[in-house]
């Protein structure tokens, strides 16, 4: 079993208020990925960094930031949660080599 | 751009019995990497099996195995023996050379398997 961790599992929240979910790696990974899965269950790449300092926004626009302070740390913040960020949102690292990429159990959000 | 095409959203086989899960790509590069990832109900994302496209032999795992027909850019995964336990979504994904190597994943199929 992979050692990535992500909280809350599930968040109901109202509109408007900050959140931030949170995801921690303890395999040294440089590589970090969020993902947002659709209802459908399609995943979408919204952000990944390559390492301390760096992030990058992935392939499905986001309105969410996220930040790389530390190697195991990665999270994604949303300033105003709206109702269309209804979401699984799935965090996963990969070291640097060309290797499959771990998952967390992911974080199930809800904007009433 | 690289794609991944799962062409069946929903497939059902019954316990004991052999299913294939179809998945194909499009990729201009020469050397990557396939996977199958499985996604049980409410529960983390899990590796199956890896391909590496420079290796000709079709990668196994206990019960699961490949068909990697690169020429085709076909990839496609037989789960055989089917237990109550597969029963979930599968995921095809390339990984991208850019975006990090981040995994770019197909539509996915959900698997029913029936006792």
């Known amino acids: 079993e992979a050692d990535i961790y992500q909280t809350p599992r599930y968040l109901v929240i109202g509109t408007g208020k900050k959140i931030t979910l949170e995801c921690s790696q303890t395999?040294?990974?440089?590589?970090m990925y969020w993902y947002q899965q659709d209802p459908g269950m399609e995943l979408h790449l919204i952000h990944y960094?390559?390492?301390?300092?760096?992030?990058e926004k992935g392939d499905l626009s986001s309105e969410s930031t996220v930040s790389r302070i530390r190697t195991e740390h990665f999270p994604l913040t949303l300033e105003s949660a709206r109702p269309s960020h209804t979401s699984q949102y799935l965090c996963?690292?990969?070291?640097?080599?060309?290797?499959?990429?771990?998952f967390g159990q992911g974080t199930r959000l809800t904007v009433v | 751009a690289q794609t991944v095409t799962q062409s069946q959203p929903e497939m059902s086989v019954q316990e004991a019995e052999t299913v294939t899960l179809s998945c194909t790509y499009d990729?201009?590069?020469?050397?990557?990497?396939l996977f199958w990832y499985k996604q049980p109900p409410s529960r983390q994302m899990i590796l199956v099996i890896r391909?590496?496209?420079?290796?000709?032999q079709n990668a196994t795992e206990n019960r699961f195995s490949v068909n990697f027909q690169k020429a085709a850019k076909s990839f496609s995964l037989k789960i055989s023996d089917s237990q109550l336990g597969d029963a979930a979504m599968y995921f095809c994904?390339?990984?991208?050379?850019?975006?990090?190597?981040?995994?770019?994943f197909g539509k996915g199929t959900s698997l029913l398997v029936t006792p």
């Open positions: 996963a690292s990969s070291p640097i080599s060309h290797t499959e990429a771990f």
């Open positions: 395999m040294g990974h440089d590589k």
């Open positions: 960094s390559y390492g301390v300092n760096s992030t």
């Open positions: 990729t201009s590069e020469s050397d990557y990497y």
């Open positions: 391909q590496e496209a420079y290796k000709q």
């Open positions: 994904a390339y990984r991208l050379e850019g975006s990090g190597y981040a995994l770019n």
